[in-house]
């Protein structure tokens, strides 16, 4: 049995939407579920769909910072 691990920092993180992160490779990702999250193109803008909700790039820049502080339980 092959078994690979892939190890990704998340680097940037969205206001409001806690449970998804940029990591260092640019890609979003879901952090409950641990997947990545597809580019979309609908009606010809270009963004991701936050469960129901479609966010376009450009409507997503001003929600992203940096955490600093992660608690870390041990």
Not at 15 to 25: A, K, P
Not at 38 to 60: A, D, E, P, R, T
Request: aromatic share 18%; with cysteine.
């Amino acid at each position: 049995m092959i078994s690979l691990t892939k190890h990704i920092e998340i680097k940037w993180f969205i206001d409001g939407y806690e449970s998804y992160g940029f990591g260092t490779d640019k890609k979003l990702y879901n952090l409950r579920t641990n997947r990545e999250l597809k580019q979309c193109l609908n009606n010809g803008s270009i963004g991701y769909w936050f469960g129901k909700k479609f966010m376009v790039l450009k409507s997503i820049k001003p929600l992203l910072y940096k955490e600093n502080n992660i608690f870390c339980p041990f």
